[in-house]
C-alpha cells in the first residue's frame, strides 16, 4: 500500500502561480505512474496530468502550456507547477499513484483563483 501527502494548495489570483506537491511513502517501489486530477465543485474528477516512472508525461488540453508535472523518484514527490491559473482551474487537486497494489489517492489540496 501507498500512502499520499499533498501540500502546496491555496488561494491566488488569475494569472498567479503555485506549486503542489505530493509525497508518497509506503511500498513505493510498486509506484508505476504518479499524477494529479481535480474535481471543481458539480462537475467530474478529471485527469490533469501523469508521469510514469520512465518519464513519459501527459497532460489534459486545458493545462498544457501552463502546468508542468515532474517527479522526483528518490524523495517518492510528485509535484505540479501550475502558472497562469485562470478562475477555471479552480477545484480540489487529488494526487494519485497506480502500481502494483492498485490506485492510491491523496487526500486533496484546494486551489482557487480569483478573477
Known amino acids: 500500500q501507498v500512502q499520499l501527502v499533498e501540500s502546496g494548495g491555496g488561494l491566488v489570483q488569475a494569472g498567479g502561480s503555485l506549486r503542489l506537491s505530493c509525497a508518497a511513502s509506503?511500498?513505493?517501489?510498486?509506484?508505476?505512474?504518479m499524477g494529479w486530477y481535480r474535481q471543481a465543485p458539480g462537475k467530474q474528477r478529471e485527469l490533469v496530468a501523469t508521469?510514469?516512472?520512465?518519464?513519459?508525461?501527459d497532460y489534459t488540453n486545458s493545462v498544457k502550456g501552463r502546468f508542468t508535472i515532474s517527479r522526483d523518484n528518490a524523495k517518492n514527490t510528485v509535484y505540479l507547477q501550475m502558472n497562469s491559473l485562470k478562475p477555471e482551474d479552480t477545484a480540489v487537486y487529488y494526487c494519485?499513484?497506480?502500481?502494483?497494489?492498485?490506485?492510491?489517492w491523496g487526500q486533496g489540496t484546494q486551489v482557487t483563483v480569483s478573477s
Open positions: 494519485y499513484t497506480d502500481g502494483r497494489y492498485g490506485r492510491s
Open positions: 509506503g511500498s513505493t517501489l510498486s509506484i508505476n505512474a
Open positions: 508521469i510514469t516512472r520512465g518519464g513519459s508525461i
